[in-house]
């Protein structure tokens, strides 16, 4: 099946820097989303891509659908502790037989001490 | 807020007993989704259905059945629980069978 390779796993960020985080997978997607999900909370949707090439933002956050469709990033800019938190990638791929939707592993953002 | 909701948001129960978690999914939306996240790991699909009918089944245990009402909730139905299954039950939602939004989950402890 598909798999989705997310990198970093976890990383720690300190105040005011710019962070970045990728997903690649061997498939490609029709769709490529990202989500963020805080301790014992459900994911929440921080941005969609519809279309190869697609770079997207929402506030500090910028996200791209790779040209060749198999791999997104997502930066943060000017991080702030709030940020802290799992942010996984997504892939959908449209199927007839029910759209299917693969997550990465998930990249883990941590506040440096 | 997703519009997605859950109930109950924490469940407690014993080992070998059943439970049933409950799913509304935003207004309009016809395709509900089910994932298990067992501690620190990613989102497990389990199942999907679409407009009261099975669309997709993920790694779901034959424990585990699910079902899509004519009012477009769902529940899913949690049997001879083991210790094992303890675990964040997620239930999302789409339109369209694209972007999915996520409920704020059923956190389910076995004891």
Redesign the interface.
Known sequence: GQQLNQSPQSMFIQEGEDVSMNCTSSSIFNTWLWYKQDPGEGPVLLIALYKAGELTSNGRLTAQFGITRKDSFLNISASIPSDVGIYFCAGLLFKAAGNKLTFGGGTRVLVKP | D?G?T?TPKHLITATGQRVTLRCSPRSGDLSV?WYQQSLDQ??Q?LI?Y?NGEE??KGNILERFSAQQFPDLHSELNLSSLELGDSA?Y?CASSSR?????????T?LTVL
Request: glycine share 18%; no cysteine; net charge positive.
């Open positions: 997703s997605v859950q989704y990613g989102l699909f999907q679409y669309r997709a964040l997620f069978g694209d972007t999915q939004y996520f409920g704020p989950g956190r």
